[in-house]
Nanobody, 116 residues
Framework: QVQLVESGGGLVQPGGSLRLSCAAS????????MGWYRQAPGKQRELVAA???????NYADSVKGRFTISRDNAKNTVYLQMNSLKPEDTAVYYC??????????WGQGTQVTVSS
């Protein structure tokens, strides 16, 4: 089984920055991709950013130029650097890992609140 532990969420003012981390452990032989999703109250969960084991990235249009996803393959850890944060970025952020046969695992979620 795979376990994901997230950290780095919190309260920040508009224009500020946060870095989220997600470390995967357990029965991991190979990872196809890692990513970040977010869900705001009353809204559907949406993809924020994703990165493959080969380094290809994908971002939601709303965060392009502000957020950067990266990973450390040796540590099975994915990061999300969030700059120029806006109130509309407020949500619970979840990390995801995708393993062979497209099986996926999810973290517990971390709250990000952007408010003055």
């Amino acid at each position: 089984q795979v376990q994901l532990v997230e950290s780095g969420g919190g309260l920040v003012q508009p224009g500020g920055s946060l870095r989220l981390s997600c470390a995967a452990s357990g029965s991991i032989f190979s990872i196809n991709a890692m990513g970040w999703y977010r869900q705001a109250p009353g809204k559907q969960r949406e993809l924020v950013a994703a990165i493959t084991s080969g380094g290809s990235t994908n971002y939601a249009d709303s965060v392009k130029g502000r957020f950067t996803i990266s990973r450390d393959n040796a540590k099975n850890t994915v990061y999300l650097q969030m700059n120029s944060l806006k109130p509309e970025d407020t949500a619970v952020y979840y990390c995801q890992v995708v393993v062979p046969l497209e099986l996926d695992y999810w973290g517990q979620g971390t709250q990000v609140t952007v408010s003055s």
